[in-house]
């Protein structure tokens, strides 16, 4: 028998769509990045990452590339140039920003000697863990965690697993943006005042600072992966 979270039986509101074009076909938003894209050199990498730096302390600094220029002797241009990872500056040019900055010229390279990592999860290896929904019978396994990184994003993979012992959980709510895909059985899933009947094959994209959680156990066991994306300096 489907379990429900509340008497309220509001119909089935769609996700928004995907554009479609006449002939109802989805239309294909350009990607803001090119997924394929590989950086030529590693010079060319470390003369990027040394770009961002030099621009993340003069932002932290609160000031100009003109004050910059001024502090440093470095021309607009030539600076203009290093921010934006088009040429390598020299030993001197880096002792120069150095001083202007306040920081060790070494700060410079943190961002190209940072460790790219990557986590290999074999099947049923998972980390069982510990969250709001775990009192209402619902089982979270971690598939992966990456803590500090480049992007300044947290990422946590779940597959989070319901059966008869599972109760409705409509009340979570946390901040950043949630991925769900649905493996097995079937769910209405609550989104702020919004109902999605999902099966498997369903997903659904949301901002996860509106209610949001499982409003009916339509048919189970239920197996579905959650991906939960927030800023590193949040508590997620």
Request: hydrophobic content about 40%.
């Amino acid at each position: 028998m489907a379990k429900t979270a509340s008497d309220l039986k509001p119909g089935p509101v769609p996700a928004k769509a995907l554009p479609k074009a006449a002939d109802g076909r989805a239309i294909r938003t350009p990607l803001t990045q090119n997924p394929h894209a590989i950086r030529d050199t590693r010079e060319k990498v470390l003369e990027v990452a040394i770009g961002r730096e030099v621009r993340a302390f003069r932002k932290k600094l609160g000031i100009t590339v003109a004050d910059l220029a001024v502090a440093t002797d470095i021309s607009l241009g030539m600076l203009s140039k290093i921010e934006n990872g088009i040429t390598s500056p020299s030993l001197t040019t880096l002792q120069a920003l150095s001083r202007a900055l306040g920081v060790p010229v070494t700060a410079f390279f943190r961002r190209f000697e940072e460790e790219r990592s990557a986590v290999f999860v074999k099947a049923g290896e998972g980390l069982d863990v510990e969250r709001r929904g775990t009192r209402a019978g619902h089982q979270y396994n971690l598939l992966g965690h990456i803590g500090s990184n480049t992007s300044g994003v947290v990422v946590e993979p779940y597959l989070i697993t319901l059966t008869e012992d599972s109760d409705v959980f409509p009340t979570f709510q946390h901040e950043g943006m949630e991925f769900l895909y649905m493996l097995e059985g079937e769910v209405v899933y609550r989104h702020g005042s919004n109902l999605y009947p999902m099966k498997p094959g369903d997903s659904l994209f949301f901002d996860a600072d509106a209610p949001h959680g499982p409003e009916q156990l339509t048919k189970l066991p239920m197996r579905y992966l959650s991906i939960i994306c927030y800023p590193q300096n949040s508590a997620g």
